[in-house]
């Protein structure tokens, strides 16, 4: 994937204070997940300053929640070339193979490297990793920790990280902190980013930080629908900031629907309990009402078919029998695997009154992972010169129409680390250069949503952009999100962190729902009713979207 840096037509920002307060620093990361985290760690140890912005606390992002694992060739027998394999398949034809080569042949060794940074995955009794199996893997190449903790295993061991190194205070960290916007020279290359720190914080208000290079690793945008499995931050802040920017994003309809998410009542909202890959992975299986094991047949992974294909089978299933969920079948495993193997999902079940051990779990599709995002090349670049994303905020061309599973944990292991080297690379060469804000460009204020528009906004999505669309439904939703901008569209509601929210999720829901209706067939986890089946002599190749005087665009290059 080839990404052009180009200065963008006009300066479009949010409505917000001017700057109180000032930072200066030479790399600054937002996020603090695996991406972020690791960023940060790489480049302050090549002796250059970086400042982490995070939106909640250092150890609050979507990485924590991961509870399979991490995917790379590790075990005896598996190779890059398997792993390479798998993931161009569940890609759908639209893979990047080059990103999918530099992830699978890298991916080992950065793995190595994490566990020398602190993580600690689970063993077997002779020291080695345990490894197992997900969906649309053929091999046991997936590393976990505290059995369905793995997450938060890696969240721990590179927060822990980060804190040791902040003692030589090159490292400084901004917590509650909700980036706004991007700040750029008079050639359009990254100046900083400017920010709002909330209440919780060590300061308080918006506020400027200058930056030689800006890495976002913002994680994703599920809270753009009802049900999701991602937690409340992840409004899309990433891609917002970077279609303002005037970068470029890419592969956005592409959103991967986890098809085994807690089912709690038809009213449920935000985010919803996981029922990992993993316990698939280990033998549990998928039973309708009448407990017929519906996947079989269907592919010949059955259950750990790709999610795209799974997700599929389960609301085929649902619609044939009337039924709001199916279920997952897990009680073969006995009290002691449940214990020992899944204690997240355990309890987390338990805690919503179903008892995995004796009983069928409810499962159903939710929102829960952005295929695409910040369209970057293999070092990271976007089109904006000078800023970087990796992650689940960027489309490096890895996942293609669906992610395999556990490949974005290691997606943002590797490709920060890719990142972190050209950053120490370029400030070797001298071409890291300080630059500054051009002040003197007219700057076009973009109006704020009120924040009752994040319910309403995720209500059209999920009716009209949800796993099965259709032109009837996109065409409305897209008239919904129109009408949310109201009859004036110079009207602003106050600066706050819920009206940026808001208005981040309306442009990135705009974005999405504009590529979705434009592709015209049923590719990985892009599901169209009137467009049932995959057609690639017109549609395998990218959608990109701009933002180009106010107005999105969605090119097919």
Not at 540 to 553: I, K, M, P, Y
Request: proline content about 4%.
């Amino acid at each position: 994937m080839t990404v052009m840096a180009k200065p963008p037509v006009s300066v479009r920002r949010l409505a917000a204070p001017a700057p109180g307060w000032t930072r200066t620093t030479d790399v600054v990361v937002v996020g603090s997940g695996v991406a972020g985290l690791t960023t940060a760690l790489r480049v302050r140890a090549a002796g250059l300053r970086v400042l982490v912005v995070t939106k909640a606390m250092l150890d609050d992002g979507s990485t924590r929640w991961a509870q399979g694992g991490i995917a790379a060739a590790l075990g005896d027998g598996d190779t890059p070339e398997q792993h390479l394999e798998d993931t161009l398949v569940a890609g759908a034809g639209l893979c990047d193979e080059e990103a999918v080569r530099t992830l699978v042949t890298e991916g080992p060794d950065a793995v190595r490297r994490l566990m020398a940074t602190g993580a600690d995955f689970d063993r077997d009794g002779d020291g080695e990793i345990m490894l197992t199996r997900e969906g649309g893997h053929h091999r046991r190449r997936i590393a976990h920790a505290g059995g369905d903790a793995t997450g938060a295993e890696i969240s721990r061991a590179l927060v822990s990280a980060v804190r040791d190194v902040r003692d030589d205070e090159g490292v400084e960290l901004i917590e509650h902190a909700l980036v706004l916007d991007l700040l750029t020279d008079a050639e359009g290359r990254t100046a900083g980013l400017t920010l709002h720190v909330m209440g919780e914080g060590q300061r308080d208000g918006v506020g400027a930080v200058h930056a030689r290079a800006v890495v976002l690793a913002t994680g994703g945008l599920g809270q753009v629908f009802s049900a999701t499995t991602n937690p409340a931050v992840s409004t899309g802040d990433g891609v917002a900031l970077a279609l303002r920017a005037g970068a470029e994003v890419a592969d956005l309809e592409f959103v991967q629907f986890h098809p085994t998410v807690l089912w709690l009542g038809p009213e449920a909202e935000g985010q919803q309990p996981l029922i990992s890959e993993a316990v698939r992975g280990e033998g549990a299986y998928l039973v309708d009402a009448d407990g017929v094991r519906f996947m079989v047949g269907q592919h010949e992974l059955g259950e750990l078919a790709p999610r795209d294909i799974v997700a599929k089978g389960i609301m085929r299933r649902m619609h044939e029998t009337g039924a709001e969920h199916m279920f997952l079948d897990g009680r073969h495993f006995g009290a002691e695997m449940w214990e020992e193997r899944f204690p997240t999902i355990l309890a987390s079940c338990r805690s919503h009154g179903i008892d995995p051990v004796t009983e069928l779990i409810p499962v159903a599709p939710a929102a829960h992972y952005a295929s695409g995002g910040v369209r970057t090349d293999l070092r990271g670049h976007t089109s904006v010169s000078g800023l970087y994303a990796c992650g689940e905020v960027a489309c490096t061309g890895v996942h293609g129409a669906n992610r395999l599973a556990s490949n974005s944990l290691l997606e943002g292991l590797v490709f920060a680390e890719r990142i972190a080297a050209d950053i120490i690379e370029r400030d070797r060469l001298g071409k890291l250069a300080p630059r500054h804000e051009d002040a003197t460009r007219p700057v076009e204020i973009v109006p704020l949503l009120a924040a009752e528009a994040r319910a309403e906004i995720q209500r059209v999505m999920t009716r009209g952009v949800g796993v099965l669309r259709n032109a009837d439904s996109m065409a409305e939703a897209t008239e919904g999100l129109a009408a949310l901008s109201g009859p004036n569209p110079e009207k602003t509601e106050p600066p706050q962190v819920e009206t940026w929210e808001a208005t981040n999720l309306h442009l990135v829901s705009s974005a999405l729902a504009a590529a979705a209706l434009l592709r015209e067939e049923t590719r990985g986890c892009h599901w169209r009713e009137d467009f049932p089946d995959r057609d690639d002599e017109k549609w395998q190749r990218h959608l990109v979207t701009t933002l180009t005087d106010g107005h999105l665009q969605v090119s097919n290059p």
